[in-house]
């Protein structure tokens, strides 16, 4: 991508984020996401806050946890709530029902858990995001480490293609310590029957694939603000 290509993307994203932090209320719970665009809702937020906007949020991430709290943002512990308000997250690709693959970043468990949580799930995006079918993204399935061979064979048995992530030549591992498997299933005809598959195998942790968790997609294409809900 060229750096023209890139900072286009990057004002598309700014423009979702700044549209979707206005649908933050004084007292909210607020699920901060983790990614690029994320960061630019993050920092949107940030700015609220020190104009005198009361708001506590938890964190997808051990990164996106460090930048709110440099920002002024109020953390509370993701293990002591039980729900959130609203939550702003990125996605990988997503389609206009709504379904979802995210993890690129490689805090899919924790993002699914505040997706779960979250009573207003919204998802920023650029117009890259959109697509007619999921799977030119690869799957990301965070695995017990104890479990990589068991579970990436049985990705093999649901036809997928896994590698296993790696950065600088060593293992990838996330912030609860895990390994993750980037699976390639091609361009998947039904989400939701995969999703179920990949649930039910021991010892994967959680999988990219967010279905039925997200309540609106605020995208930015060009100048225009595109919601799908």
């Known amino acids: 991508m060229g750096i ?7 004002a598309e994203k700014l ?9 933050v209320k004084n007292g909210d719970i607020v699920g901060l996401g983790t990614g690029t665009t994320a960061t630019f809702a993050i920092k949107e937020l ?23 709290k440099s920002l002024g943002i109020e953390i509370l512990n993701l293990g002591e709530i039980s729900s959130v308000d ?9 389609t206009e029902g709504l379904d979802l693959i995210k993890g690129g970043g ?3 468990f924790r993002e699914k858990i505040v997706a779960s949580m979250s ?57 609860n310590g895990n390994l993750i ?3 390639d299933f091609g361009l998947i005809d039904d989400p939701k029957a995969l999703s179920n598959d990949l649930n039910k195998i021991d010892g994967l942790l ?9 309540a609106q997609v605020i995208m930015s294409e060009q100048s225009e603000i595109i919601i799908f809900k």
């Open 119 to 175: 009573k207003n799930a919204i998802i920023v995006t650029d117009a890259s995001k959109k697509v007619k079918k999921l799977g030119s993204f690869t799957v990301p399935v965070e695995v017990i480490p104890l479990a990589y061979q068991y579970v990436f064979d049985q990705i093999t048995k649901l036809n997928g293609k896994g590698k296993k992530r790696t950065t600088d030549h060593q293992d990838y591992f996330t912030d």
């Open 206 to 214: 959680a999988h990219g694939l967010f279905i039925d968790l997200t």
């Open 86 to 94: 609203i939550s702003i997250d990125g996605a990988d690709e997503f």
């Open 4 to 10: 023209i290509d890139q900072n286009h993307q990057n």
């Open 46 to 68: 940030g700015k609220l806050v020190a104009e005198g906007l009361n708001i506590k949020a938890v964190a997808s991430s051990i990164r996106t946890e460090e930048l709110a």
């Open 106 to 108: 490689g805090a899919l």
């Open 181 to 183: 498997i980037d699976a």
């Open 15 to 23: 423009a979702a984020a700044k549209a979707a932090v206005k649908l």
